[in-house]
């Protein structure tokens, strides 16, 4: 007789406290059932996560915000977006459905309030309501509540002109039913009660990656307090609560894009030391071989690019074509990106003391 639905949780779980002597049997029919299920999950899932598509959008230079990199799972390539319209870096995004957000950043003069979105359906920019204040250098995550998606815009820098940038404690949160962001509890400074200390990573480090990927937290790249660029990486199981080595990057890599997509760990472009020291921008794509435990090589993002926003897109969101920039949007573009850049590298630098 089969056993199926919630009731062979019942049995599995609840009978196996008080019936020990069918401890074994019970454990036996547990895994036939987890085999069942996994096998008809990885059937049902396969056909969709072949349509999945990786969309890397922004990164540190104006004319990369431009643009969205999307590596299409079934033809395993990847294209560059036309011009989206984007004119602002360090801002953060999330995906809602078929829309993509962008939320804050920073342009060449000020710090943005503004909210754009993406319609991955057509590849247009449309504007929404601005955040009540202006932010960059955040981060937002998204909340599915009932009938409506909430987004959050969390923390942030507020300030160009001092080393360390006045932080921002506040968080504001969209409603999808009215449009509109809304105050709510700010961050505390000190540890809420509903977080809990957890093992120290092995390497401190900033400006690097992570990712869920198999059930354990991976955690790669980045600096150390010395500005060494770092090969190393780590995984986190978070039953055991211990973090341990992971198999070395191919080169020192920071501001990387790690990225779970179609049961793979890929990591993405970034910053590499290249030698005495000097750091170039890379298209490289490596991806992890279980079998082998070492990187392989796989097919390169279209452009340089490093500090990217990473999203895996569910099969066809993106409908429509990508194509490269034609020559002149190129040359255009890049000439005011780097006027633009180059102003922001005199505010940074003039104002660093």
Not at 66 to 89: H, P, Q
Not at 163 to 191: H, M, Y
Not at 238 to 264: D, G, H, M, R, Y
Not at 286 to 306: F, I, N, Q, V
Request: charged share 25%; net charge positive; aromatic share 12%.
């Amino acid at each position: 007789m089969a056993v199926i639905g919630p009731f062979s949780e019942f049995l599995v779980d609840e009978v196996m406290t008080f019936c020990h002597s069918c401890a074994e049997c019970l454990t036996s029919v547990r895994q036939v059932i987890k085999d069942k299920d996994d096998k008809s999950s990885n059937q049902r899932d396969t056909p969709r996560r072949k349509k999945e598509k990786i969309a890397l959008v922004g990164g540190d230079y104006l004319n990369l915000a431009n643009t969205i990199d999307i590596f299409d799972g079934l033809k395993k390539s990847w294209t560059l977006s036309e011009d989206i319209g984007i004119e602002k870096i360090n801002f953060a995004s999330v995906v809602v459905g078929d829309w993509m957000f962008i939320i804050g950043g920073n342009s060449a003069i000020k710090i943005e309030t503004s909210v754009e979105y993406i319609d991955l359906k057509s590849g247009q920019k449309h504007p929404l309501k601005p955040l009540n204040q202006a932010r960059y250098k955040l981060s937002a995550v998204t909340l599915r509540r009932d009938s409506s998606t909430e987004v959050y815009a969390i923390g942030g820098k507020l300030s160009f002109f001092l080393k360390a940038g006045k932080i921002r404690e506040s968080v504001e949160r969209w409603n999808s039913k009215t449009g509109d962001w809304e105050f709510i509890a700010p961050l505390c400074i000190q540890w809420r009660n509903s977080w809990t200390y957890r093992a120290d990573m092995i390497r401190g480090r900033f400006f690097h990656s992570s990712v869920a990927f198999k059930g354990k937290l991976f955690i790669g790249g980045g600096c150390n307090s010395w500005q060494r660029i770092l090969i190393s990486v780590e995984q986190y199981d978070p039953i055991a609560n211990v973090w341990t080595a992971f198999t070395e990057l191919p080169v020192p890599a920071e501001s990387i894009s790690l990225c779970c997509f179609q049961n793979k760990l890929l990591s993405m472009g970034g910053r590499v030391q290249w030698y005495d020291h000097q750091c170039k921008y890379v298209s490289e794509v490596w991806e992890y071989d279980e079998t082998r435990m070492s990187w392989k090589a796989s097919p390169g993002l279209s452009r340089d690019r490093a500090y990217a926003v990473t999203h895996v897109i569910p099969y066809d969101s993106i409908i429509w074509a990508p194509q490269q920039l034609s020559a002149g949007n190129s040359v255009h573009g890049l000439f005011s990106a780097w006027v633009i850049q180059r102003k922001i590298n005199f505010f940074k630098i003039f104002f660093r003391k």
